[in-house]
């Protein structure tokens, strides 16, 4: 009933020529499939958050993190580019703007790398 969902580009043989052809800067047009799933199967999907972990503590930062990782694609290639407050000395530093609201936590890169490992491992991805 739904078959218009199915990906079957990835079945066809030209399939590793689109690919390269598509490397090479040519332009992949899909027009029969009623919502673009084979062009969105194409791409890498990126989720971008820039500034947005540092409004959390680390808690929430990990609470926020683990549905990024659910709307990216489950392989090599996926990114999750922004920026964010750190600091060089990681931990939970109050925000003088916000006085009544509790300290947020802030990293480094060695932190930062170490709670994506913690999403990893929760939600079985990488």
């Not at 079957?8 to 673009?36: A, W």
């Not at 683990?66 to 530093?93: C, D, F, T, W």
Request: aromatic share 14%; net charge positive; proline share 6%.
């Amino acid at each position: 009933m739904y078959r218009f969902l199915d990906l079957t580009l990835i079945k066809f043989s030209v399939y590793p020529q689109v690919i390269e052809r598509m490397k090479g800067g040519e332009k992949f047009l899909d027009l029969g499939c009623c919502f673009g799933q084979e062009l969105r199967r194409l791409q890498s999907f990126i989720v971008y958050t820039g500034a947005l972990f540092h409004l959390f503590d680390y808690e929430g930062q990990v609470a926020v993190a683990k549905p990024v990782v659910h709307l990216l694609k489950p392989e090599a290639g996926s990114l999750v580019p922004g920026r964010q407050m750190g600091n060089i000395n990681p931990g939970y530093y109050a925000n003088p703007a916000y006085a009544t609201e509790k300290p947020l936590f802030r990293h480094n890169a060695e932190s930062w790398a170490a709670l994506w490992k913690e999403v990893g491992g929760a939600t079985g991805t990488r």
